[in-house]
């Protein structure tokens, strides 16, 4: 008795326990559960690699966990799938245009020095460049507040903004080579002047060496003028004297120091003749460009993840709205309680107070493998919620099985408590047998499966493993706890009298 009274403190204390866990840390919910965005993304094969295998797929993978895990995005997940593909779940994410920018992006970063006798061309080429960005972002921030209110009476009118004069624009267009396309908007015409001209700035500048592969860490952090941001660098020992050679070569000789991401200039910058005697030295840097927090936080993840190995292409967006997601939790928590409902009337009709007590089991059983599920965590899906369930018929199965000898023992004539006894240690090579080839097939989805089949085996297969605990220890621990009250102990209760042989107890 005492025994049995120590097992039902640990089982009691262990709901308890997992209800204060559910309290305290909320399920995690899943892309279908929760709403957000999904991408699916294809690397391309790039110079002499002609088919993406297996190693440069799971190395793009690395530099894009990176990624991710500096964009913040909680709860995302990145699967590979087939041979150059990777699925990447950004649950609560309902714009994911930022994401697949920063993601779809090489992030090669290289050093390079301005050609000798480019100074006028290249005067004239950034001058035209900050222009055009000024007057970008200005009809850009324009085109975002058409829908504000207007300016209070009273309040001191803005600054014009800039722009460029009559016919300028075309004039400029026309000088990079260009053509207005048809039906272009002026955003589209300055964006595509911004790219020729980045193009041309970028012709002018040659390579030295120093890329993004010698940064040991990136960073970011506001101005001291308080403009913008600015990103700062950390090199490697063999970076930090390429930086300085560098930048002692081309000190006070008037030749900018260009910095090109991606093939495309993100600042230029001048060296004070007080760095011609040894350089830059300490192996870091910073890059200005006026950057917002935004900006240089997005440069700052690409930086930090590394260059990708292989071009990666953004081939699909999806996108579910947490509506939908909200609709998917009802439905699901509905058909869960359902399933538990029907299992409860069905195991009480059936097997009676032993049907009682395994309805109690069941219910501690979906208590703990919540918690577990909070505790881990598992990211729950609609495939995980299927698996959960499944597993509830599982645990009922081994319940099923053991009250089934219970009552082949009493049908024989066999005394109730030696029966339940005899019921739990005959039941237990068939629910050994049955969860152990359970769990073999989780292992093999998990193992071989893709996200949301992952999903379903975890599930399952935490469920398995609670089944038996549930099954073999509290059913059998509240099943003699009732026992040892008199009233309780009558053979009716576990089969009708129909079935009970004359001489049973």
């Not at 309040?155 to 396309?181: H, I």
């Amino acid at each position: 008795m005492a025994r049995q009274q120590g097992w039902f403190a640990l089982i009691l204390a262990l709901a308890i326990a997992a209800g204060a866990l559910l309290a305290s840390y909320p399920l995690q919910l899943g892309l279908d559960l929760r709403g957000g965005s999904q991408l699916t993304l294809q690397v391309l094969p790039a110079g002499a690699i002609k088919t993406v295998d297996k190693e440069q797929l799971e190395a793009v993978k690395e530099v894009l966990d990176r990624r991710i895990n500096g964009l913040g995005v909680a709860e995302s997940t990145l699967q590979t799938v087939g041979n150059d593909q990777m699925v990447l779940q950004l649950p609560g994410e309902q714009d994911p245009s930022r994401a697949a920018k920063v993601l779809g992006t090489t992030a090669l970063l290289e050093f390079r020095t301005q050609k000798p006798g480019t100074e006028q061309a290249l005067r004239g080429l950034l001058a035209l460049k900050r222009q055009s960005e000024a007057v970008l972002l200005s009809k850009e921030r324009r085109t975002a507040e058409v829908n504000e209110p207007p300016t209070a009476p009273g309040a001191p009118n803005p600054e014009p903004p800039p722009d460029f004069q009559a016919d300028e624009l075309a004039d400029a267009m026309r000088s990079m080579g260009l053509t207005v396309p048809a039906g272009s908007s002026e955003i589209d015409q300055l964006r595509l002047l911004l790219e020729a001209v980045n193009s041309r700035v970028v012709d002018l500048f040659e390579p030295t060496g120093l890329t993004g592969k010698d940064l040991v860490t990136a960073g970011r952090q506001q101005q001291q003028s308080g403009a913008g941001w600015e990103v700062t660098l950390g090199f490697n020992r063999e970076g930090g004297e390429k930086f300085a050679t560098l930048t002692q070569s081309i000190a006070g000789t008037g030749r900018l120091l260009g910095i090109v991401l991606d093939g495309r200039s993100i600042s230029e910058a001048t060296v004070g003749p007080e760095f011609k005697a040894a350089g830059i030295a300490g192996g870091s840097a910073s890059i200005t460009g006026n950057f917002s927090a935004e900006e240089a936080r997005d440069l700052e993840v690409q930086l930090r993840g590394g260059s990708l190995p292989l071009p990666v292409k953004v081939v699909e967006v999806r996108t579910v709205g947490p509506s939908l997601g909200a609709e998917n939790v009802r439905t699901s928590l509905l058909a869960a309680l359902s399933g538990l409902a029907l299992v409860a009337v069905f195991m009480v009709w059936v097997y009676r107070l032993p049907g009682l007590v395994a309805v109690v089991a069941l219910s501690l059983y979906a208590l703990f493998n919540l918690a577990i599920y909070a505790l881990i965590p598992v990211t729950l899906t609609l495939p995980g919620i299927a698996g959960f369930i499944l597993s509830i018929g599982i645990a009922v199965d081994a319940n099923v099985l053991i009250f089934e000898r219970v009552k082949e023992e009493l049908r024989q004539g066999t005394t109730l408590i030696r029966s339940i006894d005899s019921g739990f240690s005959l039941a237990l090579s068939s629910i050994l047998d049955g969860h152990v080839t359970g769990l073999i097939s989780c292992v093999a989805l998990f193992a071989l499966g893709t996200g949301l089949v992952k999903g379903f085996a975890v599930t399952l297969g935490i469920g398995l493993l609670l089944s038996l605990f549930t099954a073999l220890t509290c059913t059998r621990t509240l099943l003699r706890l009732l026992m040892s009250y008199p009233s309780l102990r009558r053979s009716t209760y576990f089969l009708p009298a129909t079935q009970l042989p004359g001489t049973a107890a």
